[in-house]
């Protein structure tokens, strides 16, 4: 069984650009979420998504950052405009749903704003 | 304060020895913990989960939890060099019906 798969893996932009960061979770996981990983620190969550729906995207910045999951299967994050702030790993992550809500993670994006 | 909390490190053992990774929670409705590991440069793998208070044993590892004293761990028996890496503790909190809590992780390094 395939994992989540992310791409980029790596992006590296000046201030000011945009940037976006693509998601497929594991066939059948409803539910996506896209994380944010500072250095030294654990996951943050921005958004969840059960389907094609934004349930929890209280996290999210919404004066730069976007998200959509059309279809409810991929989903694209978006950063416009980058600050130098947002450079983290942006981690996508996957889960049947139900009690036990198991998720799984995608390697990432590693972004660096200059 | 902090709502999931892990000693951050580094935690040094020696090839064979049983590593202890200890977290604490603040939530005491909190229903669901999970272990993830992470190596350097990679994204959190799934280790273990962990839903009723008790033991819970897979291969060389153990998770261990108390609800009262609102303490999750983890043990390594047998450590591996192959085994340092950095542990996270994940909460699903009561009231978050999928959303979990990560503490910053503890950095753990088996010593040949």
């Known amino acids: 069984e395939a994992g989540v798969v992310q791409s980029p893996r790596y992006k590296i932009i000046e201030k000011k650009q945009p940037v976006a960061f693509w998601c497929n979770p594991i066939s059948g996981h409803n539910t996506l979420y896209w994380y944010l990983q500072n250095l030294g620190q654990g996951p943050e969550l921005l958004i969840r998504y059960e389907n094609e729906e934004a349930v929890d995207d209280s996290q999210l910045p919404k004066d730069r950052f976007s998200a959509e999951r059309l279809k409810g299967v991929d989903s694209t994050l978006k950063i416009q405009p980058a600050e130098l702030g947002d450079s983290a790993v942006y981690l996508c992550?996957?889960?049947?749903?139900?009690?036990?809500?198991?998720?799984?993670f995608g390697p990432g994006t590693r972004l660096t704003v200059l | 304060q902090k709502e999931v909390e892990q000693n951050s490190g580094p935690l040094s053992v020696p090839e064979g020895a049983i590593a202890s990774l200890n977290c604490t929670y603040s939530d005491r409705g909190s229903q669901s913990f999970f272990w993830y590991r992470q190596y350097s440069g990679k994204s959190p793998e799934l280790i273990m989960s962990?839903?009723?208070?008790g033991d819970k044993e897979d291969g060389r590892f153990t998770a261990q939890l108390n609800k009262a004293s609102q303490y999750v761990s983890l043990l390594i028996r047998d450590s591996q060099p192959s085994d340092s890496a950095t542990y996270l503790c994940a909460v699903r909190q009561s009231g978050s019906a999928r959303q979990l809590t990560f503490g910053s992780g503890t950095q753990l390094t088996v010593l040949p």
């Open positions: 962990i839903y009723s208070n």
């Open positions: 992550a996957s889960s049947l749903g139900g009690f036990r809500n198991e998720q799984f």
